[in-house]
Every structure is written in C-alpha cells, then in structure tokens.
C-alpha cells in the first residue's frame, strides 16, 4: 500500500509540475540574461521596459561607451540603475541617467566609489521587472525597478537604521574612459549637463546633452536627454556634486561628470520610491511622460502592464517542446526582436537629431540596418506590418530632416558599417504590399541613395568610424558608376561596398519596375550586377581591386578591403542574382564543393551577419539536404540558455531573428523577392501570427515536423494545406494564405 501511495503521489507531482509549466505565459521563459556575459560578445543587457521601448531601465555595472554595454553579466557590483539608450556594444548612449541608493555618512557619488557587490542568486531579471540585493555595510539593500516605454518605477529598501540616500548621475564624461572609438576631448570643451534638486515638488530635474558617437555624427547642438526623478518621501537632504567634490545643499550645478543626491529621513524599512520620466523634448515633457505612462500606479500595477504588453507580442508565435532551455531561446529570441528600433515620438512630436529640431509625427531610432535587413525586418512585415509602415516614415522623416536615409542612426547619422540597406528594408515592405507611408518619398530617398555619390566620394576613403567630415551613404559610388566596382586604392572596404551596393540596386529596382520607372530600373539591373566585376576567377574570389583593374591576393585572414570579415566571408555575398553567382563560380557542382569548402574548413562565421544565408545556398544548386543538417548544427553551437547564449552580437535582433526563421524551416535570403529558402524545422509544431498588411487581419499559420527526431533532421517533403511543394521554396503569397505547413521529416 506504501508502494501504491509513494507512485500515486510521484504521479500527482509529476502532473502538477507539468500543469505549472503548461500555465506560464511566454514572458515567463524570456531570459534577459542571454548575451549579457564577455564571453560571446552578445552585447545585449537586462533591459526593462514595454516592446520598442524609447529608454531603456537597467541595472549598470560598468561605466558604458563605445565598445561594452553597461551591464556585464561578469561583473561583482552594481554603480546604478540606468535609463540608457545604447542599443548595442558597438553603438553609444546618449542622453542617460542613473540612480544609485547609498547608505552611510559620507557622500561618494562617482561610479567605482558608490557600487555595491551583488550575487547573480539574489538577482531576477524578466521583460517587465528586475530586482537584485545590493551588500551594502549595513545589510541587504533591496532594489527593485519595473518600467513602461518613457518612464519607470524604482524602488529601494534599506537596511534598517541606515542612512538613506539616492545619487543621481546625470552626465558621465570621464576621459580614462578615452580609447580609439571614444575621444573624450571635444565633449569635454563643448558638453555641459544640467541638474537641479526641486524641493517644492519634491522632485530632481535636468538633462543631459552625451552622445557617445558624436565623433562620428554631425554637430547636434539642440540635443538634450531630459529627465524627471519625482520621490515619494519628503526630501530631508540634498546637494550636488561634480567629480569628487560634493556641494551640500547646492541645489543646481552645470557640469561634465556630475550629478545630485537627495536624503531621506529613516522610517525603518518603509521604501524610497523613485519615479522616473525621460523625454529628448524637455523637462515638461519628461514630466508628462511620467504621468502619462506612470500616473499613480504602484511598481506591482507597473510591472503587471508591461507584463501584459510583453505577452501580447511574444504570443504571436508560439512552439511546443518539453526542453525547456529551447522554448526559452524561442521566446527570448522573440523578444530581442521587439526591442528594436526604438520608439521615439513623445505624444505626436519627436525630437530629430537629424536637422536638431522638434518635429509632429512618427519617429523610430536606433536601426542596426546593417545587421536588420537580412531577418529582423523580415520577421517584423509578417508580424508587424502596420508597424513596419510606420518605421519606414521614421527613415522617411530622417530623410527629410538631413538629406539621406541614415545607415546606423545614433541618434543621429553615424558613418558606421557600409552600404544604404533602408533600401532593402523599405523594398522589402513594399513588395509585400505595405503601403502605409509616403511610397513616392520612399522612392526619391531610395533613388537618391543609388544615384548620388556622397561629398567628395572621389576625394576621400570614407573608412568606418572616420570622424565626421559629410554623411558617406554609398562611399565610392562614383566609380562603381564608371568603371563597375568600387576601387581599393581609392575608397575603403571596397569588395563589401561593391558587393552590398549591387544588392541594394538590386532592391530598389524591384520598386522602380512596379512604380513603371523603367529608365532607372534598367539602370539599376545593371548595377546589380557589378558584382561580377569583383570575382577574380583565376583566385576563385571576391577580391580587392585598384583602380587600373589590377586584383590584390589576399590570405583567408586578411580583412584588407572588407567588413567585419574574410575572404570567405564574403565569397557568397550576391543575394540578388544567385543563379548568376553559381554559373560564374562554375556551375551547381562547383559551387557546391566551393561551399562545402566554406563550412568544412572552418570558414564560415555565424557569429557576423554578412554570411548568415551562405546555410541556405545548398537549396540554390540543388543540394538542400547539407543545409538542413547544418541549420540543426549551428543552432546547438550558437545559441544557448545561458548569459554567453549568443556566439556573436545579437545585434538588435538579426542573431536571434536567424534563429526563429530557421527553426520554423524557412529563411529570407534575398530580400524584396518575396521568396524564401525551406530549410528543416526545429520544433514538432509551432505556430506564426501572420498579419495582412491589406486588411490588418491576422491568421495562424501552424507548422509541423513529423517524425521528427534526433536521427530525422532532413526534409523528404513540404505540403501546404495538403498540396505539395515541388522544389526548395516557398512564397511571401503562400504564408499569407496558408493554415498548414507540414514538413515530413527522416533520416
């Protein structure tokens, strides 16, 4: 009878473990963590806040430039918790704000003297709500923070009897901080914050004027990240503070690393709670931003609503698995694609770094279009097309603001990575039939961007990172006009520039033919294929070339003329004319042994982004079944639940984006062809919420992988809704009509 009672109630525990994880909702497995570690390089951070959000509330463990994000999972202590806006490791913030609780006598307000240690144990990280305990002298000092998209709660528990205090930190330009990509010296000449203790309204108010790319941007100014810190004790306390001078009961101070700090009379364990509104319009706006987004509500009421937000987006597409660690690299990877590019209008207006003025209408900023266009912006027209529009005006409005679609937006143009790819996200966009925005702006900027050289193009090189002389659009576009290739002795990163210019003409051309612009589509199409212009056959690369015609031999190391990459790295770059690739490298066989070379020699390097659709070339010369074995290969050796997660930068999504198209067993190769590469599926049953962008409805596609197993990671055959597929692809058209995509799966 004990036997019986021990089974029956292993049984009954066994149920009751699987009916709790049946009951989580999809932010309940959403790691925050994954890619926050050294190792990998994710470049990712715990940021809380709702889906797109225009700040970004974290904890901060370092002080953050170009080059490491403010919080590294590796790190022992904490200095603050931040409204940040840096979007990624190699991008900078601009506009930031911290706050630090602190106990005893002694006021220490720069960053390495006010952090205290922390443990990962004590640490819970989600979408919509984070708190840690801090070690402070006295005792466990309990922070917890939940926030919307402008705005946020804070709150601090202290020890009991401790003295109670907040630093704020409202500008941090500290010059040992100066490195190649962060020259601290015109910022320091030119840059001044602002803060002020308000004890009337009980409050801290003032902006900060950072950015940390300014010496790759234009001069801005206008630009202020303004901030309000409304407190819901009396203020017993205060001063301010720059560098390691402290002014007590200063209440205003301009300055280049400094700050403020308010106390608070002792209640014995009672919370300081700190409310937090952000604006790049003003401190009014700030203010209305907090009360808006905020009002009364309590961190619970808070962090319930962002909850809601997060799961409304996440539910989109769901997966059914027992492991666990997969479904969180599922809805994390879901969620990494949401948070990018960020919001950036404030009740109809925004802020435009791009002309530094204040504008009506919708802005989005921090586009990684570099990294985007190839699987996050995809991803985003089936989910999200009315929002895809939406960001498009946002490029739209840059475009009329400064003169150009941007390349990497910072807030302002920053002359980072190459090539004009808003060409193919907006391509992209309209060939699904999004419309809702200006196509005929589109088209001009679009067309601008093929056409016009930059200043000077045949004066200067243009090399990434180059302080700001002009915005560089397509460097060198002048002689891939004349001679049909951008030369290496006179522009920088010159094979990629040729290859990724081709591919956006290519795009753009797409447009210019259904617009019936014949004369530029005809322009174009030859464009496009410059990339032959780049393959030396006798190397059997793409290769460096002067100006004289004469190719430059390079190792498989060497990144001399290229981006972010190899020899290799590039050897398969032409998305638009594939076909025309193979039959230039020899034909189906040749390059199918030439791709094998690729992934078996160790060449292929999933942790960047130019090679993320070289997997899916197998389909291209009819080899589909060494793709779908390495799809399963690269996901267990790239993407893990952990905080090393990513092998490579997730980019503002295009990592993961690669991840959730492959497991669905499809992928964009090229995009504004509306065709995608069938690879294997992942998952035994997922389902993807399609959104028409004509009529705004959405419908539930269901994909299945029968039998699939560890052995049956090949394809032997695709129905949709019963009819099978004859080749290797499938169609923007088919998803948006299709209920079942039925993957059969063997050995």
């Known amino acids: 009878m004990k036997k019986i009672l021990t089974i029956v109630i292993a049984l009954l525990a066994v149920a009751s473990t699987h009916a709790a994880r049946k009951a989580l909702a999809p932010v309940d497995y959403v790691n925050t963590l994954m890619g926050t570690a050294i190792k990998g390089e994710g470049g990712s951070a715990p940021f809380v806040g709702t889906p797109h959000a225009m700040t970004n509330f974290m904890p901060q463990t370092r002080e953050n430039k170009m080059g490491t994000m403010a919080y590294i999972y590796d790190d022992k202590s904490i200095m603050g918790f931040m409204g940040s806006h840096q979007p990624t490791i190699w991008m900078g913030d ?16 720069l960053p390495g003297d006010r952090a205290l240690p922390y443990t990962h144990d004590s640490e819970k990280a989600t979408p919509y709500r984070y708190s840690v305990d801090l070690q402070a002298p006295e005792g466990k000092l309990h922070v917890e923070m939940s926030a919307a998209s402008r705005a946020a709660v804070m709150q601090f528990t202290f020890p009991r009897k401790a003295q109670q205090r907040v630093i704020l930190q409202g500008i941090n330009l500290n010059p040992a901080l100066g490195d190649w990509a962060n020259d601290y010296g015109p910022r320091l000449e030119k840059l001044r914050g602002w803060v002020k203790v308000d004890l009337d309204n009980n409050e801290i108010v003032g902006y900060n004027p950072d950015r940390q790319s300014a010496q790759i941007g234009p001069e801005t100014p206008n630009f202020k990240g303004y901030f309000v810190v409304r407190f819901n004790r009396p203020i017993k306390g205060h001063g301010t503070w720059d560098g390691d001078k402290v002014y007590r ?19 014995d364990g009672k919370p300081v709670v700190a409310h937090v509104g952000t604006s790049f319009i003003s401190v009014e706006q700030a203010r209305a931003n907090l009360d808006k987004e905020v009002g009364s509500k309590s961190l619970d009421a808070l962090a319930q609503s962002t909850r809601e937000a997060w799961n409304n987006v996440l539910s989109k597409m769901s997966v059914e698995t027992d492991n666990l660690d997969d479904k969180t690299i599922f809805y994390t990877a879901i969620y990494l694609n949401y948070r990018f590019p960020r919001e950036f209008s404030e009740d109809g207006r ?36 009315e929002m895809t529009g939406d960001m498009i005006t946002g490029l739209l409005n840059m475009y009329k603001e400064g003169g150009w679609l941007p390349m990497w937006p910072n807030p302002s143009y920053t002359n980072i990575m190459i090539a004009t790819h808003a060409d193919a996200v907006i391509a992209d966009a309209y060939m699904k039939g999004i419309r809702n925005y200006d196509v005929n702006l589109a088209y001009e900027a679009m067309r601008k ?6 200043d000077a193009d045949t004066q200067r090189r243009y090399g990434d990172r ?15 006009h004349s001679i049909g290739y951008v030369p290496d002795d006179r522009t920088a990163e010159s094979v990629s520039r ?12 797409r447009v210019a ?6 004369d530029d589509y005809n322009a174009l199409m030859r464009w496009s294929q410059n990339y032959r212009n780049q393959y030396c056959k006798e190397k059997g690369f793409m290769l460096p070339r002067k100006y004289d015609g004469t190719f430059i031999d390079i190792n498989d190391h060497d990144r001399h003329g290229l981006t972010e990459g190899s020899k290799w790295t590039y050897l398969f770059c032409v998305m638009q004319d ?6 230039m490298m020899g034909g189906n066989e040749a390059f199918a042994a030439k791709l094998d070379q690729n992934f078996d020699g160790g060449h292929y390097r999933h942790d960047n982004e130019p090679g993320h659709h070289y997997i899916y070339l197998y389909d291209y010369c009819g080899q589909p079944r060494k793709a779908q074995a390495l799809i399963r290969k690269t996901i267990r050796d790239n993407y893990h639940n952990a905080p090393d997660g990513f092998n490579g930068n997730d980019d503002c999504g295009q990592m993961s984006a690669w991840y959730l198209f492959s497991v669905m067993g499809f992928y964009p190769v090229t995009p504004a062809s509306n065709v995608f590469a069938l690879g294997a599926p992942q998952f035994r049953r997922m389902t993807i919420d399609i959104t028409s962008p004509q009529t705004g409805e959405s419908h539930t596609v269901t994909i299945e992988a029968k039998n699939l197993s560890e052995k049956n990671m090949h394809v032997s055959g695709v129905t949709i809704d019963g009819t099978p597929i004859d080749g290797n692809f499938i169609t923007y058209d088919q998803l948006l009509h299709a209920s079942n995509i039925t993957f059969t799966m063997c050995e």
Not at 249 to 257: C, F, Q, V
Not at 371 to 385: K, M, N, Q, S, V
Not at 449 to 454: C, E, G, K, V, Y
Not at 513 to 518: E, G, I, P, R, S
Request: with cysteine.
């Open 498 to 509: 040729t290859l990724e210019y081709a591919l956006d003409d290519w795009c753009v051309a």
């Open 449 to 454: 961007d093929a056409m016009t050289p930059p």
């Open 249 to 267: 009961d200063k209440a205003e101070l301009t300055g280049t690393r400094m700050g403020a700090f308010v106390e608070f009379g002792n209640s």
């Open 578 to 583: 594939i076909p025309g690739m193979i039959e």
């Open 94 to 109: 601009y506009g930031y704000m911290s706050l630090m609780p602190q106990t005893g006598t002694d006021v220490r307000p």
């Open 466 to 480: 180059d302080r700001w002389t002009s915005y560089e659009a397509r460097a060198g576009a002048s002689f891939y």
């Open 513 to 518: 033919l259904d617009m019936n612009k014949v």
């Open 350 to 385: 925004y802020y435009s770094a791009m002309d530094d003025k204040v504008h009506e209408g919708i802005s989005y900023n921090d586009f990684s279009l570099w990294d985007t266009f190839r699987a996050t912006h995809p991803l985003l027209t089936l989910l999200e097309p």
